[in-house]
Antibody, heavy 119, light 108 residues
Framework: QVQLQESGPGLVKPSETLSLTCTVS????????WTWIRQPPGKGLEWIGY???????TYNPSLRGRVTMSVDTSKNQFSLKLSSVTAADTAVYFC?????????????WGQGTLVTVSS | EIVLTQSPGTLSLSPGERATLSCRAS???????LAWYQQKPGQAPRLLIY???SRATGIPDRFSGSGSGTDFTLTISRLEPEDFAVYYC?????????FGQGTKLEIK
């Protein structure tokens, strides 16, 4: 059974960089896409972007170049960095496995971690 | 960017009833690239349907998806108490991937 677990600071100051890591267990990171999604409190889901195990990435343009993702296949982990954060970046951040176009959809998710942006 | 609009925003039904949730896209989405998720409070979303109509592993057959082009539907044939939650549609055929705003299914 594949499991994902997000880790990182729960509180980030405005203008600083949010950093999260997702550790995958029960399966390999190889041959899959891995994605980040966020959900502001009481609101809907926003896709942040994905990274392939090889390191290729696609990001949501709405985040205007503030996003960087990386992958460490030796540790079965992938990471998210979001720079110049503001209060609008306060959200629960989820990592998930993206099955790509076939069969499609995000089939395994982490439990989510709340990141609050505040001084 | 493809905008997904879900309706209704809230659906109030009783256990045993049939639920029909709609997802309309601002432009055509290939059926292969449309998914539905269920989210309960404090939990991560759970994949229900992929490819517009295929049930994900372990999903009961009371859940079914249909549609094509710009109009998609999630149907729950007979509501069980555990089905009351928020449901999201998602397209992943073109970047950026987008989600609908959600339909809250509540107990009447």
């Amino acid at each position: 059974q594949v499991q994902l677990q997000e880790s990182g600071p729960g509180l980030v100051k405005p203008s600083e960089t949010l950093s999260l890591t997702c550790t995958v267990s029960g399966g390999s990171i190889i041959n899959y896409y891995w994605t980040w999604i966020r959900q502001p409190p009481g609101k809907g889901l926003e896709w942040i972007g994905y990274i392939y195990y090889s390191g290729s990435t696609t990001y949501n343009p709405s985040l205007r170049g503030r996003v960087t993702m990386s992958v460490d296949t030796s540790k079965n982990q992938f990471s998210l960095k979001l720079s110049s954060v503001t209060a609008a970046d306060t959200a629960v951040y989820f990592c998930a496995r993206d099955t790509g176009w076939s069969p499609g959809g995000f089939d395994y998710w982490g439990q989510g971690t709340l990141v609050t942006v505040s001084s | 960017e493809i905008v997904l609009t879900q309706s209704p925003g809230t659906l109030s039904l009783s256990p045993g009833e049939r639920a029909t949730l709609s997802c309309r896209a601002s432009q055509s989405v290939s059926s292969s690239y449309l998914a539905w998720y269920q989210q309960k409070p404090g939990q991560a979303p759970r994949l229900l349907i992929y490819g517009a109509s295929s049930r994900a592993t372990g999903i009961p057959d009371r859940f079914s998806g249909s549609g094509s082009g710009t109009d998609f539907t999630l149907t729950i044939s007979r509501l069980e108490p555990e089905d009351f939650a928020v449901y999201y549609c998602q397209q992943f055929g073109s970047s950026p991937y987008t989600f609908g705003q959600g339909t809250k299914l509540e107990i009447k």
